[in-house]
């Protein structure tokens, strides 16, 4: 029998060895190891089921779960030997087990193929991954709650078009991101329902023509139900592009908080402290302190959205069923992960130490007459129509930019002659916290109901 110089366990087809670059170049097993424990774990749930129908012997069974345990502590230990020429992750870890057990190993690829294996495994990953992410979401949304609850009083500007609009409370901002987060986790969710789903038992494409039983994987997996067709088992890859849809959107979240985080800081707005151990100084300016955290994250939010178009293009145009342009989906997703996991975390940390500057808040926020709306109110409550009284605030805020006065340093007298409904309790809702205090229905600013959204929003994270 000819033989080539080759390890590689599916090298017999082949009268040629493969090329090295080749084989450098198809190689995943750099990227792809980092599923490991969920190749093992698949492996596992595999080999009880083929033991189940009786394609192995109990005692094959044993020595594969031995070998596969041996294995993982290897790898744990960062004792195990990563090989190029077995290419990836799953040739790796069997070629490991047959050398362990000898013959048993060489069996345990019965009934299935790296086609439905590798699907199994990335759904196995992104399961535990989107835990850890929960975990990370859910340290950030507390984080908020808790200091939406002490700055539930304090008044700032809300802004529109980055101008000063109305006057709002911090805590009410908060809340704003909090609701932001509260999608992210459903979304994480949702699509956590279509990861769950076990491919394997597709086999290559086709299934495989052993009775394998395949609610008992499944079951053992952890996954709520077997795929229903193979072709699109092993080829599918929707769930990884919805996973990396919903950390761009967690992300461009992100991408929010650190643009307003970093506009507060400025010495313009001057609305926040950012701690020290979150920012960097300058190396040629000393009087600097950076928002670097914020700023990094803002700048990571562009890169989770060009996987997630990496991943759109990658899977276009693609013939069922497995093609290898799908191992290409690794590296965006795992880097995906990362840099969600880490910004989520970076902002968990620094959140409890944000302090808020709340004259310099204030003041802004008495700027630009943001209380004009609340007066046109006041004169509808008075029986004039809103676009008459919109007319009348707008004569009045005139007067306030010629003689530099906020509406609520005009006189009595000077509003009165603006219009005769004008009375003294006018000052009342001119000023900045009657104007919150009166926006109270529900999703309003007013510190009440701040403090009563931030209860609600206690009870769904417990
Ligand atoms: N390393 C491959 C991947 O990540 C595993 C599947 C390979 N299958 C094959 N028929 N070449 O997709």
Same mark, same amino acid.
């Given at each position: ?25 198809? $190689? ?9 424990? /969920? ?37 744990? $230990? ?12 799953? &040739? ?20 299935? +193929? ?12 992104? *399961? ?9 979401? %859910? ?20 802004? #529109?078009? @980055? ?52 609610? &008992? ?55 926040? !402290? &950012? ?6 100084? +300058?190396?040629?300016?000393?009087? %600097? %302190? ?36 799908? /191992?290409? !989906?690794?590296?965006? @997703? =795992?880097? #995906? ?89 006018? =000052? !009342? ?21 701040? *403090? ?11």
């Amino acid at each position: 029998m000819t033989t080539v110089n080759t390890d590689k366990l599916s090298s017999a087809r082949f009268a040629q060895a493969t090329d090295a670059f080749v084989e450098v170049f198809t $190689a995943s097993v750099d990227f792809d190891q980092r599923m490991a424990q /969920q190749d093992i774990q698949g492996s596992l749930a595999h080999a009880k089921m083929l033991t189940s129908i009786n394609i192995l012997a109990e005692t094959e069974y044993n020595d594969i779960e031995k070998g596969l345990e041996q294995i993982s502590t290897e790898i744990e $230990a960062g004792e195990f030997n990563w090989s190029i020429k077995q290419e990836d992750v799953h &040739m790796n870890i069997e070629a490991r087990l047959t050398d362990l057990i000898g013959i048993a190993g060489k069996k345990l690829h019965t009934g299935r +193929s790296r086609n439905d294996q590798v699907a199994t495994d990335i759904r196995l990953y992104l *399961r535990e991954e989107i835990e850890v992410i929960n975990g990370q979401l %859910k340290r950030l949304q507390i984080a908020l709650l808790d200091l939406a609850e002490k700055e539930a009083d304090t008044i700032m500007p809300g802004f #529109t078009h @980055l101008q000063v609009a109305q006057p709002i409370t911090f805590g009410h901002h908060l809340m704003a991101w909090f609701e932001m987060l509260s999608r992210d986790v459903e979304r994480l969710q949702d699509c956590t329902k279509r990861i769950n789903i076990m491919p394997l038992g597709a086999a290559a494409l086709a299934g495989t023509s052993y009775p394998i039983d395949r609610h &008992m994987t499944a079951e053992l997996l952890g996954f709520s139900r077997p795929s229903n067709n193979s072709l699109d088992s092993v080829s599918d890859r929707d769930f990884a592009i919805e996973f990396t849809a919903a950390a761009s959107l967690i992300m461009l979240h992100l991408s929010r908080f650190s643009e307003e985080l970093v506009l507060w800081t400025s010495a313009q707005f001057d609305f926040i !402290d &950012m701690p020290d151990a979150f920012c960097t100084g +300058s190396s040629i300016m000393p009087q %600097k %302190k950076n928002p670097d955290v914020p700023e990094l994250v803002r700048g990571k939010s562009g890169r989770v959205t060009g996987h997630l178009m990496s991943l759109l293009m990658l899977m276009k145009s693609q013939p069922l069923a497995y093609n290898k342009d799908n /191992q290409e !989906d690794k590296e965006p @997703l =795992f880097d #995906t992960v990362d840099t969600v996991v880490n910004s989520l975390r970076a902002f968990a940390d620094m959140m409890p130490h944000i302090q808020s500057k709340k004259e310099n808040m204030y003041k802004a926020a008495k700027q630009g007459f943001a209380t004009a709306t609340d007066l046109a109110d006041y004169l509808v409550r008075k029986g004039i129509a809103f676009r008459d009284a919109h007319e009348v605030v707008g004569l009045a805020v005139r007067l306030g930019v010629e003689t530099k006065r906020d509406l609520s340093e005009l006189s009595l007298e000077e509003l009165q002659g603006f219009s005769a409904e004008i009375t003294a309790d006018v =000052f !009342d809702i001119l000023k900045l916290e009657g104007s919150v205090a009166a926006r109270k229905h529900i999703g309003g600013t007013a510190p009440d109901t701040v *403090r009563a959204a931030i209860k609600s929003a206690r009870a769904t994270l417990s």
